[in-house]
């Protein structure tokens, strides 16, 4: 077993420590899997190879389920812990020829990456109350990966109008746009 599969198999143990299934093998790694009340919890691995080795990253990721215009439609929230503020490097060089005490080593620091801040990020979000508050207080710039900063804020206002009983999505809504609206005044005046 090359150093590679010796970290996935440790890097899988832990997934499923923590109550995570694995569900796939894509082409950039293995996804682990746990459902939640209001949809799944994933942890991606990728493992980008490179010349005499490879580079492993993990991804936490909480995708709500909702139906939306009759139709069912998942709306994903996904960081790494750089970007939540977590120490540490978010990718992590592996060498074909890394000794047991360095794939120990960089599993640990994985471990410490998802226990320290990707699953408190996953757990917090994990509801439309805690992704309200997540947004509303806490989402800066960049913590999320998304193809827009303002994105994340229609994603959640979906969620909530959704998921949330009709007389707290309101104003469950209203604390979004205010949220919004603060956020892009103090992004917009970063460019002036």
Not at 55 to 73: D, K, W, Y
Not at 107 to 132: D, K, Y
């Amino acid at each position: 077993m090359d150093a590679r599969d010796r970290l996935l198999s440790l890097l899988a143990a832990q997934a499923e420590g923590w109550g995570f299934t694995e569900e796939k093998e894509g082409g950039w790694g293995p996804t682990f899997q746990r459902k939640v009340a209001y949809g799944i919890q994933s942890l991606e691995y990728a493992v980008q190879q490179r010349q005499n080795g490879c580079l492993v990253s993990v991804t936490g990721r909480m995708a709500f389920q909702v139906v939306h215009g009759g139709e069912p439609i998942e709306l994903a929230f996904r960081s790494v812990s750089s970007r939540l503020g977590g120490p540490g490097p978010d990718r992590w060089p592996l060498s074909t020829k890394a000794t047991e005490t360095k794939v120990h080593r960089i599993a640990a620091e994985i471990e410490a990456s998802c226990t320290q801040v990707l699953l408190p990020f996953l757990n917090r979000v994990s509801t439309p109350q805690g992704l309200l508050t997540f947004m509303a207080e806490e989402y800066e710039p960049l913590m999320l990966v998304s193809p827009s900063l303002f994105l994340p804020f229609r994603r959640a206002a979906l969620v909530c109008q959704t998921l949330l009983p009709p007389y707290e999505a309101a104003a469950a809504l209203a604390q979004l746009c205010a949220a919004e609206h603060t956020f892009r005044a103090r992004w917009e005046a970063r460019g002036t």
